[in-house]
Structures are given as C-alpha cells and as structure tokens.
C-alpha cells in the first residue's frame, strides 16, 4: 500500500498540471485567434492524461529518481500540450515548443557525450525540413507543417540517437492507423489530419523507455 502512495499522489499532481495545461491552452489559444472548443475530449483530456502518464513514470522511477522524474514529467506536459492543442487547432505553438526546445537542450548537456543530443535535434530538424518541403514540392500539398519540423528537433534533443529513431517509427505508424481511421470515419481519403500528435505519442513512449 505504501508503494502507490507516491504514484498516486504523483498522479493526483498530475491531474492538477492538467488542469493548468487547460487552462493555459485556452488562453494561448486566444492569444493566437483562435476559438478554444468546450467538447468533453477537449476539456478533460489533459488532465486525464496528464494524471495517468505521471502515475505511469512515478511507478517506473519512484522516489528515488525524485530530479528525472521530475524533469520528465515536465516533458510529459509539454507533449500532452501539443497532442490537445494540435488535435484541436492543427498547431503547434512557437510558444510552448521553443522554451521546451531550450529545456530539452540544457537537460540534453548532462548526457554522454554532452553534444548527442544537439546534433540528434538537429538532424531530425533537418530531415523534417527537407521532408516538408519535399512534399509541398513534389506533391503540390502540405505533407509535414512547420509545427511538425519544431516538434522534431524537440524530440531529437529530448531523446537522442537512437531513440528519436523509434520515436519516430511509432509517431508514424500510429499516425498511419488513424489516419485510415479518420478518412474512413469522414469517408474521404481528404479529410484534414493533424500529424504533431502522433509523433508527440512515440516521443512520450520512448522517454518512458529512457533510464
């Protein structure tokens, strides 16, 4: 009993960042133009899945590992932020991304070698670009947003070589599931998809894996 205290209260913690995730969401959507919506996804969503990732990593780290887990539930808000929010408005904001960029940098310093995770950001900054313009080039359309450039070179600085690989393997074959899902539920192959979340999803899968 005494071992799920702490995750739960961890959890309970968590439920609460949520709720300020929310909260600021909507404010940062005003900011932006933007209409923040009232369904009951959009709502609860966040602290829903805020508590049950933050039970999740406090179970796997515990006390013990106070500092990262700390540090990691920080991340985890981060890309609960960005799966809501671009779920919603298909945007990633430069105002969450970039501070979390910066964070990610300077938690990435602590690592060996201190320069893998700057040049792991880089690259898949890079490679998104490339992919991004490719696609508006070759195929007259939007493939990969800029959104998801920024949200590339986050995870490559968060997770490093080779885990920003696997991250993105499960962002996009998870990706590909729901958007079959989506252009059969819209019953056009057409319909508008937001990419950001899925990667946000394998990034958080591998900074679970991450010891």
Not at 40 to 52: C, D, I, K, M
Request: proline share 4%; charged share 10%; glycine share 12%.
């Amino acid at each position: 009993m005494t071992s799920l205290l702490f995750p739960v209260g961890w959890g309970i913690l968590g439920a609460a960042a949520g709720w300020g995730l929310r909260w600021g969401s909507v404010r940062l959507a005003r900011l932006e133009g933007l209409d923040p919506g009232a369904k009951t996804w959009q709502v609860y969503g966040p602290p829903v899945l805020a508590a049950f990732l933050f039970v999740v990593f406090a179970l796997d780290l515990e006390v013990g590992h106070l500092l990262t887990l700390a540090e990691r539930s920080v991340f985890v808000l981060v890309l609960v932020q960005v799966i809501f929010f671009d779920l919603e408005h298909r945007l990633i904001l430069d105002r969450v991304i970039f501070p979390a960029m910066v964070l990610a940098v300077l938690a990435s310093l602590f690592n060996q070698p201190w320069w893998a995770g700057i040049a792991t950001g880089l690259g898949a900054g890079a490679l998104f670009l490339f992919l991004s313009i490719a696609g508006s080039t070759l195929l007259r359309a939007e493939v990969l947003g800029f959104g998801d450039v920024k949200l590339a070179a986050f995870m490559g600085f968060l997770l490093g070589w080779p885990a920003i690989v696997d991250a993105v393997f499960i962002g996009v074959v998870v990706g590909a599931v729901a958007a079959v899902g989506v252009g059969v539920w819209h019953r056009s192959m057409k319909a508008t998809f937001a990419y950001g979340p899925y990667l946000a999803i394998g990034a958080l899968v591998m900074l679970y894996e991450m010891h």
